[in-house]
Every structure is written in structure tokens, then in C-alpha cells.
């Protein structure tokens, strides 16, 4: 008999959510793990102790214990309302507005876990695609036995960093790292002295250099400096290009310098746009076609130039007792003729790159062909180390060397121990957080006034200026790559170490569990038995949203020169492993029809393999949590089916809010913040006759409406609401499966990826996820309108009007994917290219972006005011009268077309008012820029209800807050 696990019945979804969004506050330090090493998609640490233990405690475990053991000491619902009221009012929070520490800070002691649900070592987990290794991080601190495997060599080492060397050694580790850094920084120091300029005043000290990339511009033959703007911090102060047009147009000798200054329009306009170049000079002036700047750096042309230094400068005041007082206050300016010393480097480089290419102490790889992001080769870099300026490179080349020789004297005199060894490897991580704010792609932020790290975004941006450190200077040497690496190291040793000391012979009570880390495909994992894994609890990789292998071959092809000499097992590969990738890479079929499916596909039948494999490890009364993110519902059905097919059946489902989510003032771009926990069984042998899909389908949507208000009241909202639906939706499906249609279905469009193209040849009776998960959609759709306006929303809304009103629910935003649009297109009933694109909004790029009412007039895209087309332009139309003309001329023009009166015009004004920004008149704080045009649709059509239909329709329920926040103040 199967024993139901607690996260089967039950889970404080709320409170997790808000947990896992404080502990990715940017105003509070991260993680240990998050602040070691970069990793993509890592889930909090309290969600993936959530999904741990809840799936292997019985149903009838003690739910307030629960969320003690995870770290959850008070009632993060209560303050977290307290803070969003703040915010509300456009102000921080001032006090403490919880009552406990951040949940993923707290060890659960042996002792209660054994006295609260009797855990021990001898249960087993097992994580198949550990990644960053969150889960497996939380299972050891959760005393149990844990087998935690990657396909990439990067993740594995993260995963030994994290959890397995800091327990195996405790403080012993972190003592002998401290002792080897400082060695290590001292020899480096020494040997990049020579090429970092003394700053001019004594009593100021560099901090950073920024450059921009140059071309020659074809017209003029003047050195051109690229970049989108000259912004130094969040006020005025920025650079001028000063340029110097010598002999004339045609003379090589053309250049620009630069003056700093102090206000923004004193600041030059921006030298590139949309990857196309403008020539700063003013006897040319002429644009820079995008295609001619690609075939300057391919061409080995495109240089780089110093336009300002950054600095800190010492000033001494007296406090008030007569003693002295320094502080470091930061400046910038122009470069002087000392600061860009290229000549001196370059000198350098060609000395030392042939050593170090016989010894192998630098990167000769190509950056791949066969790639997703292809703009580093079409931007001149088409080795790895083409990613790093002469000066960056130099240094980075001079710290492998000195690692390296370090390595190899221990090695000689017998020194290079377990613990010693381990040591290097977390020396090597704290050369890849060099490597990773010192590149062509570590950016300057004015608004902070900071370096933004390579992996600032997930892929590799061409970027037209970058940031160097100066390396020298305090906190921004080698002592701060270690020290941070040396912090972190510490933390991790308090959450995991067995004993801190290290040391064997000293026991402690407080174990932590084992783990056993392994390095190849989830699929193949024969170093664990047959069905003897009490719980599989895994992040999977999510499709096509991160190419792990393509982005950790920036740091992979330096660590096989550093870790790789202490732990080599790990760096036997060229590059990292793509190929048996588990993730949706459509450059593997490059030139193939259909390579998006074919992408998908293999995606598929990679999980599906994965999945096979937990299914043969677990024990019949085991159960598997996966963990998803994905808003594609494509992704979504790819995942589903290779659960299915490997033989599992979904019994139960969970949204948590994982993701820290943007100000309560609408943002202009759409993001899903949530985490779906689906949780699987195995499937017992297929019984009974095959199931129709139409027999089956109001059973989804039953699922779904019993859910859903579930959801809505513990915060999950807009697209999130649409994401949580799927896991009740594909509960239901799962169960019956296979399926088929009792009437065949009509053959989709193709210009768009759905249900039909996922096969070779359409197969009209054939039933996927997908169909479930529009359904979904459909039911959420139907919820969320009768809860906007009136019980008759939903019969008395036309498809345009509604869409319009579920975009704004939905995204929140003005700008949303395309795909997410179709999917929410077909649930209401309309064409997307003929009713909305053109009409509502337009497409630009891949996303969707909606119209505000003058807009649509300015357009011409709006119809009669008679509602005829959509009762949304009756309503535009009265917002665009309001707003430049007043409310009588609003009232008249609808007396005029018929529909003042009309039900339809009133349930769709209702709606409308529900999901549109606020404008300030009414909640008291400026709308976002972006969204502005729509807050006041907003001002205009709730001035027309007040005035018109106040004893008809109520006040916006979204401004009950805003209203009581006002009476406050």
C-alpha cells in the first residue's frame, strides 16, 4: 500500500512564495551558493527545501513543524502585506517588518528532525539534473542520503563547491583556501603591477577604466567610438565626444577625446543604435550601416578606446572630537595620456601568448558555429579569449600561469593534499568571478554606479562598451574575487559541514547527511539501484530558455586549466557536453525543416529518458517532484508528455512564487513568477478501455475551477494565475492516459506552432497536454471575467473587448509575448492577426504590444464608436473624448451611438477598470512611463463612471487600497 506524502495533500504555498522571494532581495546578500559561482535558473533554497521534505513526510506530518524546518518563524503573509502597503505609497518600509531571520539561513538540528517527522540518512533522494545543486544543498542539510548528478562538468564542480567539500572539511578548508589566496594574490599583484597606470592624483586611487569599441567609418575614415549613450551615473554626469576632424574627410588621423560633464544635455547622443553606427563628426555625420560594422570586427578592425576613469579620492575631515576622519568619495574623468598604455600590453601579450600556448594555460578554443547566439563570431570574437580586452586577457593569462605554478610546486614537494586540492578548486571559482566582471561584456550601470557581471542576461549580448577593474586597487584586486569566495565558503560550511572543525575524530551530534555527486546523463545513472530511491525531487531544464553548455563553456574552457589540474576528472571534453543536452537546441538542426519541432522533439524524448531512469531507481512507493517554470505552453506539453510516456501519472500540483517580481507600479514587459511543483507517481499497467479526450475534457476544467480561487488567494495572480492552472489541468489528463478523439479534430493553421506540427502528418484523432492546457486557460479566463465584472461577463463580452481585458489582467504590462498572446487569442474566441494586431496593438519582434485609446484614433485602427467591432472601441472612444474634450462630450458622442445604456458597454467598462493602471488621480502615485498613455485611459474612463454610472457601476475594487493608503497620509 502506497503512503501519500504531505505535498500530495498539502503546502503553504503563500508562505514559501514569499520566502523564496526575500531571499533573492537584491538589499539583502544572496545566498552562499548564489554569491560563489554563477549558475543559470537556480531555485531558492526554501522552495527546494519545501520540495524536498514535503515529498517524503506522510500526509498526517505536523504542518506547523513543517514550517519551522523550514525556516519559517513567523507569519510572512501579515508581513509582507505590511511592506506592499508601503510600497503602495511609493516609500520603502521603514522597520522591521519581519519578526525572524530569512528562512534559508536556518539549520534544523538532527534532533528536531528525528523528534518531528523521524528523518534519518537512510532515505534517499536523488536529483538527475542538479544544476547549481539547491535541491541536493537542502536534502544534506536535511540529514539525508542524497545522489546528486549533472550532465555538465561545471555544475558537478559547483555541486563538490557547495556541498560536498565544505562538509567533508569544514574549517580546515576555508583556513587552508585563506592561506593559498593570499599567497596567490600576492604573486599576481606583483606581476600585473607593471600594466595598471599610476592615477595622476595622489590622493585619488582608479577604480575602473571604460572603453568603447571603435570602428573606422567608411565615409570619413574617422576612428569612431561606439556606444548607445555616454551615461556615467544617475544624475548629469556623463562624457562629451570632443571630435578632432584633422586634414578633413579621407585623413587617417581623425579621432575623438573626450570631456567629462556634469549634465545631461551637455552629454553626447548616442553613436549606435539598433546595431547601425553614427559618425560623431561634424563635417560627415553620416549613418554607419550595421553590416559594415560586423565586417570591421570580423575583419580584425574594430578596435576599443578609453573614454573615462572612474575614481575614488581621499578626503580628510575632523570629527567632532579633533580627530581625523577619511572618506572615499567617487569622481570620474577624462583619460589622460598615460591611462591607455595598449602598446605596452600588446608588447606583452605577443611575448608571453606562445608560452602560454605550449603550456596550455589559456584558452584556444573556438567559440562554437553550431550555436543559438552567434554574435561573438559576428562581432569579431571567434576564440573564447577574443571575450576579454589585450589588458583583461594579459591579467586573467597571468593568473592561470601562477595557478598553475603554484599547482605544480605543491605537486613536487608532496604537498598537494586532499584538503589542499580542494582548496585550488575554490582558488579557481574565485578566478571565474574575475573572469565574470572582467570581459567584453561587463557593462557599466549609471544607476548604481557598478560593474554589471558578464551574466548580467543569459546569453552573450554584444556589448558596445564594457568596464575594466582596476585590479590593483583595494576591493577590487584578487583580495576581493577571494574574500567573497572566502565568505561564502564559510556560510556554506555552517549550513553543511558534518563537523566544522574537519577534523574525524571529532564527533558531533548534529550530522548532516551524505552525498554522492556524479558527472553524465540523467538517463544513465547505473551507480544507483533498482527502485531503492525513497523521492526524486529535480529543476529540470526548461526547454529552450537556457543553453547551460553553450554559456558555462565561458568559464568551463578556464577551469579545465585551473580546477582541471587538481580534479581532471571532470575536464576530459574539448568544450562541455551539447549534444546529449536535455534542452530544446534548435542549432542542432540548422538548415532542417521544422528545426523549432525537431528541437522540441528531442527535447521530448532526452526527458522523457531522464524520467525513465527515475522511474527505475524509485521504490514503488516513491514518488518524483518536479520543479517547472516555463510561460510556453509548448514547453509545457513537451514536459508533460515525457512524464506520461515514461510511465508516471501526476497526483498532485502546487504554484509557488519563486521569483522576485517587479514594483507594484506596472512594468512595460511581462514576466511569469512562479514555480509549478508537479507531483508524480509511477503509473500502474494501463487498464480498461481507451478514454476519449471529450469524455475526459470537463473533468480537467473541473480540476481547474476547484483550484483556481485556491491560488488567487495565495497571491498567485495575472499570467501566474494562467501557469497554476496547468498542474490541476494535467492532473486530470495524466490520469487517463493515453486519450483519443471521438471526433477528429480540424487540421490548425500552420504558420503558427501548435498542436498539428508536432507530428509528421497531422493526425486529426490524436490528443496532447497541450489540449488540456487550453482548456485550462479557457476556464481561468471564464473565472477571472466573472470576477472583473458582473456574473453576465462572460456572455455579454465580445472577443476583442475580452481579450483586451485579460491582456491587461493577465501581463500587467503593455508589452507580452506572442505566443502567450495567441494562447489567450484562442481562448476568447478572436483571430489574433486580424482582430487584434492592427487594431489593438501591434507586433514588434516576438512580442505584442496594446494600444492605449489615442493611440488606436491616431492609427486610424479603432471602429465605430457603436461597439459594432468590440465594445472596447465604444470605450476607447469615450476615454479619447474625455481626455480632450470633457465628460458631456463623452456622455453625448455614446447617447449618439447607442450603447450609454447597453449592458455590454457597462460589464466591459466595469472589467476595464479593474485591470488598467491606476493614474494618479486616484491611487496617488506617477504611473511608469511605459504604461502612462493607459493610466490615463484609466483617469478618464473612471471620471466618466462617476459622473455617469456611479449608481450603477461601483468603484474599482483595486482602488480600495489606494484610497485607504491616501486617508492615512
Same mark, same amino acid.
Request: hydrophobic residues 40%.
Given at each position: ?207 575602473n577604466y571604460l572603453w568603447a569599441r571603435t570602428i573606422q567609418c567608411p565615409y570619413c ?549 497541450? =489540449? !488540456?492546457?487550453? $482548456?485550462?486557460?479557457? /476556464?481561468? *479566463?471564464?473565472?477571472?471575467? @466573472?470576477? &472583473? ?106 447617447? =449618439? !451611438?447607442?450603447? $450609454?445604456?447597453?449592458? /455590454?458597454? *457597462?460589464?466591459?467598462?466595469? @472589467?476595464? &477598470? ?43 475594487q483595486q482602488l480600495e487600497l489606494y484610497r485607504e493608503l491616501m486617508a492615512e497620509e
Open positions: 500500500m502506497k503512503t501519500t506524502r504531505l505535498i500530495e495533500r498539502w503546502l503553504p504555498i503563500a508562505e514559501i512564495g514569499i520566502e523564496s522571494v526575500r531571499e533573492r532581495t537584491p538589499m539583502t546578500p544572496f545566498p552562499a551558493p548564489n554569491r560563489l559561482h554563477v549558475w543559470w535558473a537556480r531555485r531558492p533554497l526554501v522552495a527546494s527545501r519545501a520540495a524536498v521534505l514535503a515529498s517524503i513526510l506522510p500526509e498526517d506530518a505536523d504542518r506547523e513543524a513543517f514550517k519551522h524546518a523550514l525556516g519559517i518563524h513567523g507569519d510572512p503573509v501579515a508581513s509582507r502585506r505590511k511592506i506592499d502597503a508601503a510600497r503602495q505609497r511609493g516609500v520603502r518600509f521603514e522597520g522591521a517588518a519581519y519578526s525572524y531571520p530569512r528562512a534559508f539561513g536556518f539549520n534544523p538540528t538532527a534532533e528536531f528532525l528525528h523528534d518531528n517527522f523521524e528523518l534519518s540518512e537512510t532515505i534517499r533522494i536523488v536529483d538527475p539534473t542538479a544544476g547549481g545543486g539547491a535541491i541536493p544543498l537542502e536534502a544534506v542539510r536535511l540529514g539525508l542520503s542524497v545522489y546528486a548528478n549533472d550532465l555538465n562538468p561545471v555544475a558537478s564542480l559547483l555541486q563538490r563547491a557547495t556541498i560536498d567539500l565544505p562538509r567533508r572539511f569544514g574549517t580546515k578548508l576555508r583556513e587552508e583556501f585563506d592561506t593559498l589566496s593570499a599567497k596567490f594574490v600576492l604573486l599576481r599583484n606583483e606581476s600585473i603591477a607593471p600594466f595598471f597606470p599610476v592615477e595622476p592624483d595622489k590622493m585619488a586611487i582608479a577604480t575614415a574617422g576612428k569612431v567610438p561606439l556606444a548607445p549613450n555616454w551615461r556615467l551615473t544617475p544624475g548629469g554626469t556623463g562624457a562629451r565626444i570632443i571630435p578632432h576632424t584633422g586634414g578633413g574627410i579621407g585623413d587617417q588621423g581623425r579621432y575623438c577625446s573626450f570631456d567629462i560633464v556634469d549634465q545631461l544635455e551637455k552629454q553626447s547622443g548616442g553613436t549606435v543604435a539598433g546595431g547601425d553606427g553614427l559618425c560623431p563628426y561634424p563635417d560627415c555625420g553620416r549613418a554607419i550601416n550595421g553590416d559594415d560594422i560586423k565586417r570591421q570586427a570580423q575583419a580584425g578592425q574594430m578596435g576599443e578606446q578609453l573614454f573615462a576613469v572612474a575614481y575614488k579620492r581621499k578626503v580628510i575631515t575632523k570629527s567632532k572630537s579633533g580627530k581625523n576622519k577619511i572618506k572615499w568619495i567617487r569622481g570620474y574623468r577624462s583619460p589622460g595620456e598615460t591611462d591607455d598604455n595598449g602598446a605596452t600590453i600588446a608588447e606583452k601579450l605577443a611575448e608571453k601568448l606562445p608560452e602560454w600556448d605550449t603550456l596550455d594555460a589559456v584558452p584556444t578554443e573556438a567559440y562554437p558555429e553550431n550555436t543559438n547566439d552567434d554574435r561573438p563570431r559576428q562581432y569579431g570574437m571567434p576564440l573564447w579569449r577574443d571575450m576579454f580586452s589585450p589588458r583583461q586577457l594579459l591579467v586573467h593569462g597571468i593568473s592561470s600561469e601562477i595557478f598553475r605554478e603554484m599547482v605544480e610546486a605543491d605537486r613536487k614537494v608532496n604537498q598537494l593534499s586532499d584538503v589542499r586540492s580542494a582548496a585550488y578548486v575554490y582558488l579557481a571559482i574565485s578566478l571565474d568571478k574575475m573572469l565574470n566582471y572582467n570581459s567584453r561584456m561587463s557593462v557599466w550601470m549609471p544607476t548604481r554606479e557598478v560593474t554589471a557581471n558578464t551574466f548580467n542576461r543569459h546569453d552573450f549580448a554584444f556589448c558596445w562598451s564594457h568596464v575594466e577593474m582596476s585590479l590593483l586597487t583595494e576591493d577590487m584586486s584578487a583580495d576581493w574575487a577571494c574574500g567573497a569566495t572566502s565568505k561564502a565558503l564559510r556560510e556554506l560550511i555552517d549550513m553543511v559541514a558534518a563537523n566544522k572543525r574537519g577534523d574525524m575524530l571529532d564527533s558531533t551530534t548534529d550530522e548532516r547527511g551524505s552525498i554522492e555527486i556524479s558527472n553524465g546523463s540523467g538517463a544513465s545513472m547505473p551507480h544507483i539501484a533498482d527502485k531503492s530511491i525513497d523521492a526524486v525531487v529535480m529543476d529540470p531544464p526548461y526547454g529552450a530558455n537556457v543553453m547551460y553548455a553553450e554559456l558555462s563553456d565561458f568559464f568551463y574552457v578556464w577551469l579545465k586549466r585551473t580546477a582541471g589540474l587538481v580534479v581532471p576528472e571532470l575536464f576530459t571534453r574539448r568544450l562541455a557536453d551539447k549534444d546529449a543536452e536535455a534542452v530544446a537546441n534548435k542549432a542542432h538542426f540548422k538548415g532542417q525543416k521544422g528545426s523549432a519541432r525537431l528541437a522540441d522533439d528531442d527535447y521530448r524524448m532526452k526527458m522523457e529518458g531522464i524520467f525513465a531512469e527515475c522511474r527505475r531507481v524509485l521504490k514503488d512507493d516513491g514518488i518524483m517532484t518536479v520543479m517547472f517554470t516555463h510561460k510556453d505552453t509548448g514547453a509545457w506539453d513537451a514536459l508533460a508528455m515525457s512524464l506520461m510516456d515514461a510511465g508516471f501519472v501526476i497526483t498532485a500540483s502546487w504554484p509557488v512564487n519563486t521569483e522576485a517580481s517587479g514594483s507594484l507600479h506596472i512594468k512595460d514587459k511581462a514576466a511569469a513568477n512562479s514555480t509549478i511543483f508537479l507531483v508524480c507517481r509511477p503509473r500502474a499497467e494501463a487498464q480498461g478501455e481507451t478514454m476519449y479526450w471529450e469524455d475526459v475534457e470537463p473533468e480537467v476544467a473541473q480540476a481547474v475551477r476547484a483550484r483556481v480561487g485556491e491560488f488567487q488567494a495565495a497571491g498567485i495572480q495575472g499570467v501566474d494565475l494562467y501557469l497554476a492552472s496547468f498542474g490541476p489541468a494535467l492532473e486530470a489528463f495524466s490520469r487517463h492516459w493515453p486519450l483519443t478523439r471521438g471526433t477528429p479534430a480540424p487540421e490548425p493553421k500552420k504558420k503558427r506552432r501548435t498542436q498539428g506540427d508536432l507530428f509528421e502528418v497531422f493526425d486529426p484523432y490524436a490528443v496532447r497536454p497541450e =489540449d !488540456a492546457l487550453n $482548456a485550462a486557460r479557457r /476556464e481561468v *479566463k471564464a473565472w477571472r471575467l @466573472a470576477q &472583473l465584472a458582473s456574473a453576465k461577463a462572460q456572455a455579454d463580452m465580445d472577443g476583442p473587448t475580452a481579450f483586451y481585458v485579460l491582456a491587461w489582467d493577465a501581463f500587467k504590462a503593455v508589452s507580452f509575448p506572442y505566443d502567450e498572446a495567441l494562447r489567450l487569442a484562442r481562448a476568447v474566441g478572436v483571430d489574433l492577426e486580424t482582430q487584434v494586431i492592427g487594431r489593438l496593438g501591434e507586433k514588434k519582434a516576438a512580442e505584442i504590444k496594446l494600444w492605449d485609446s489615442a493611440t488606436r484614433i491616431a492609427k486610424g485602427a479603432i471602429g465605430a464608436a457603436d461597439g459594432s467591432r468590440g465594445m472596447i472601441d465604444a470605450l476607447h472612444h469615450a476615454a479619447h473624448v474625455m481626455r480632450t474634450r470633457g465628460a458631456e462630450a463623452a456622455q453625448e458622442m455614446l447617447k =449618439d !451611438a447607442g450603447v $450609454a445604456q447597453e449592458d /455590454e458597454f *457597462k460589464v466591459a467598462l466595469e @472589467a476595464l &477598470l479593474e485591470v488598467l493602471p491606476p493614474s494618479k488621480t486616484f491611487s496617488g502615485i506617477d504611473a511608469d512611463k511605459a504604461v502612462k498613455p493607459a493610466a490615463d485611459d484609466f483617469d478618464a474612463l473612471e471620471k466618466l463612471r462617476r459622473i455617469a454610472y456611479e449608481g450603477e457601476i461601483g468603484e474599482p
